[in-house]
């Protein structure tokens, strides 16, 4: 799967300009699908497999959209002033390169006094394309850019950019190669514009108006120094959602979700997420209402330029996911 992950966190692709992305994965997705379709907002929605008398109508989503930055207009010197596309902490834009959509590369600079405690925020800084004028810029207001962090394999962990949701882009594609009876019709939905308002999944959701749903995301860990008082840690196996800033997972879904991990022998951690949501959300208030909840992977440094997962948590959680799939699931 590494190589997978690799592939896809090469591709930029923010929020709105999934394309690049969503292309790679359609490739890689077709041969294994019974159905392949792109919606009108651009979601990937690829179904495997018919509803059996024990099945049920299972949604699965991977978010394809990174965190980005927008050019919100250029200085008379020629610097580009920029705005975020989803959560971007200033502090780690600082020191960064970036690439906008065009190709064209930038240094992330800053108009901050010797840091002297002044709170970095992203109208204090401005990127460094090379050029001296308006004229003379080749970044026009709206064109978007994402971090370069390359990927990089550290003892077991994965580290890089847009690991939020590539990780899990790459869990489903190497699920929907791998998964072979299935009771369940299942909708492997590769959705955008997840990280501004989880509106693809939304879409999608009504679109295929599923009878549960299970959203593969990124969720926070609580083990760094003075880190977030929270209970998922980095290598303890895959996260089983419970609660976030945007739902309370349906009971029925995790308790299945922990007696096929218990069946497996599988370690998992129950996730709490204080702060920010995924797709489940959406899924859950799709129509008249979805059963709805999450599998997430503990990642440090979440919406940063290098975030890290643990490698065995990710082949963890699509062990797991598999077994959910092909078992019927008593809600
Ligand atoms: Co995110
Ligand atoms: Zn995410």
């Known amino acids: 799967m590494i190589d997978l992950v690799k592939q896809l966190v090469a591709c930029d692709g923010p929020s709105g300009h999934e394309r690049v992305v969503r292309d790679m994965v359609r ?3 077709a041969p294994y699908a019974d159905e392949l379709r792109v919606d009108r907002l651009g979601n990937l929605i690829v179904r ?3 509803k059996a008398a024990n099945g049920l109508r299972v949604m699965l989503s991977a978010h394809l959209d990174e965190i980005g930055l927008i050019a919100t207009h250029v200085d008379e010197h020629g610097f580009v002033r920029v705005s975020n596309l989803g959560v971007v902490h200033a502090p780690y834009c600082l020191g960064q390169r970036i690439r906008f959509l065009n190709g064209v590369q930038g240094v992330v600079g800053h108009e901050i006094e010797g840091f002297t405690g002044e709170k970095i925020t992203l109208d204090k800084l401005f990127v460094d394309v090379g050029a001296a004028s308006p004229e003379d810029c080749p ?5 978007a850019a994402v971090f370069q962090g390359s990927f990089q394999e550290v003892d077991g962990r994965w580290t890089g950019k847009a690991l939020d949701d590539r990780v899990c882009v790459a869990l489903l594609l190497e699920t929907l190669r791998q998964l072979k009876d299935s009771p369940h019709e299942v909708y492997f939905v590769f959705t955008v514009l997840e ?5 693809g999944a939304r879409a999608a959701a009504y679109g295929i108006d599923p009878d549960v749903g299970i959203a593969l995301d990124a969720t926070a860990t609580g083990d760094t120094p003075k880190g977030r008082k929270m209970a998922v840690a980095l290598g303890n196996g895959p996260a089983i959602k419970v609660k976030d800033a945007g739902i309370i997972a349906y009971p029925g879904l995790v308790q299945a979700m922990e007696a096929a991990a218990a069946q497996l022998n599988l370690p998992v951690q129950r996730e709490i997420l204080m702060r920010g949501a995924t ?5 859950q208030t799709a129509r008249a209402g979805v059963p709805s909840g999450g599998i997430s992977i503990p990642m440090r440094y979440v919406h940063s330029p290098v975030e890290m997962v643990d490698a065995q948590d990710v082949h963890q959680a699509m062990t797991l996911l598999l077994h959910i799939l092909e078992n019927s699931i008593q809600l």
């Open 279 to 283: 797709d489940a959300s959406m899924i």
């Open 27 to 29: 490739q890689m997705a």
């Open 139 to 143: 970044v026009q207001v709206g064109d």
């Open 48 to 50: 495997k497999g018919k």
């Open 195 to 199: 990280e501004v308002g989880r509106k």
